[in-house]
Structure formats: structure tokens, C-alpha cells
T-cell receptor
Framework: GNSVTQMEGPVTLSEEAFLTINCTYT??????LFWYVQYPGEGLQLLLK?????DKGSNKGFEATYRKETTSFHLEKGSVQVSDSAVYFC????????????FGSGTRLSIRP | EPEVTQTPSHQVTQMGQEVILRCVPI?????FYWYRQILGQKVEFLVS????????KSEIFDDQFSVERPDGSNFTLKIRSTKLEDSAMYFC?????????????FGEGSWLTVV
């Protein structure tokens, strides 16, 4: 079945450090890929998405590129801020069932000032 | 920015009691969803709803669960007889359309504790 695997946390970085959170997926067909973020005390927010191979999603300085050959969608940011501290979820949806998003287990990110 | 709102934010209930979690989706959205996240585990799909009927459900969504759109603005999840393992954060979500081109917007969640 379809699944998403992302690196386990927690991840702790200093402010202005480079961030990578790895995500790989297993899916039949050509899924759409997402990163959601959950800030403390808030709901899930869509951070970025990519709907086909080689697409790059970007938002708030974060980027992720849909790599079909490695079935990956790694999240990167060049210089993190304290306000980026949150839980990040990689996710996919099959185009045939776009109501059903399959989430990874989440990676907690903490940024030290 | 329009948002999905959920009530209550936290509810404690005794095992065997019925619980109704309420959601107000974004006003022009047509597709509605419930997801849940047991503490420390993944966010899991429960059900999707369109045109006053369930369009898809997971194996988690058994006979003790039901959903309803009782009026033009609310969307509810009912758990008929709660079990300890129903303790989780329940997220309501909505989208304008169906398909990966449509963004699914999530609420802040309702934390249910069954004791």
C-alpha cells in the first residue's frame, strides 16, 4: 500500500543553520506530495506541495523537489529561524483518491536562538 | 484568511458515552473530512463527505462512527459509544474541490480524552 517515511525527530538546530528533513514515499501511480506544518497549539497547515515529477514546491523559504527516480520529497531551508520550530509532516495523495491524504509520522523541529 | 473551526478544543468523556465533535468548514467548500491523530502516532484518514453522503472511509471508521451535515454550515463527527482507544486529536478539514489541485484546509483539532 501507499506510505510515507520521514526522518525521525526531534531535530534541534541553531538559528540560521541549514535544514533538511528527509521524506521518501511508496505509491502506485503518480501521487501528489505535500509538506504540512503544525505550530504549537495550532492545526495542520499546508506548507508546500508538488503535483508531478521534478516540480519544486516552495513557501516561507522552504523548498522540496518531487524526485520520482528516488521517490523522495526532502524538505530544505537555507537558514532556519526560531519561529520555524514546529512539527513537519510529509504526506501524499493518490490522484485517484485525493480526499485521502497519507501522512508520515512527523518530525519535530526545535530551533535554538 | 478563511479557516476551518472546530469545537470543543478539548473534551473529556467517560468510556461508553456518546461524543459529538463539531466543525464549521470554510463557507464555499464542498468536500469535508475527518482525520485523527492518536498521541505519538501518524495522522490517519477517517472519512470524506460530499453532497450529503460519505464518499470514502477508512477501516477505522466503523459502525460506532457517523458524520452528518445537519445544516448549511456545520459538519459533525459522532462517536456512539466511546472506547479508551478513541482518545486522540480529531481534525476536521475541507476543500473547495476534489483532486490534488485542491488544497485541503485543516482545523486546529479537537482533543478527545476517554477515561
Amino acid at each position: 500500500g501507499n506510505s510515507v517515511t520521514q526522518m525521525e525527530g526531534p531535530v534541534t538546530l541553531s538559528e540560521e543553520a541549514f535544514l533538511t528533513i528527509n521524506c521518501t514515499y511508496t505509491a502506485t501511480g503518480y501521487p501528489s506530495l505535500f509538506w504540512y506544518v503544525q505550530y504549537p497549539g495550532e492545526g495542520l497547515q499546508l506548507l508546500l506541495k508538488a503535483t508531478k515529477a521534478d516540480d519544486k514546491g516552495s513557501n516561507k523559504g522552504f523548498e522540496a523537489t518531487y524526485r520520482k527516480e528516488t521517490t523522495s520529497f526532502h524538505l530544505e531551508k537555507g537558514s532556519v529561524q526560531v519561529s520555524d520550530s514546529a512539527v513537519y509532516f510529509c504526506a501524499l495523495s493518490e490522484k485517484s483518491s485525493a480526499s485521502k491524504i497519507i501522512f508520515g509520522s512527523g518530525t519535530r523541529l526545535s530551533i535554538r536562538p | 484568511e478563511p479557516e476551518v473551526t472546530q469545537t470543543p478544543s478539548h473534551q473529556v468523556t467517560q468510556m461508553g458515552q456518546e461524543v459529538i465533535l463539531r466543525c464549521v468548514p470554510i463557507s464555499n467548500h464542498l468536500y469535508f473530512y475527518w482525520y485523527r491523530q492518536i498521541l505519538g502516532q501518524k495522522v490517519e484518514f477517517l472519512v470524506s463527505f460530499y453532497n450529503n453522503e460519505i464518499s470514502e472511509k477508512s477501516e477505522i471508521f466503523d459502525d460506532q462512527f457517523s458524520v452528518e451535515r445537519p445544516d448549511g454550515s456545520n459538519f459533525t463527527l459522532k462517536i456512539r459509544s466511546t472506547k479508551l482507544e478513541d482518545s486522540a486529536m480529531y481534525f476536521c478539514a475541507s476543500s473547495e474541490g476534489r483532486g490534488s489541485g485542491n488544497t485541503i484546509y485543516f482545523g486546529e483539532g479537537s482533543w478527545l480524552t476517554v477515561v
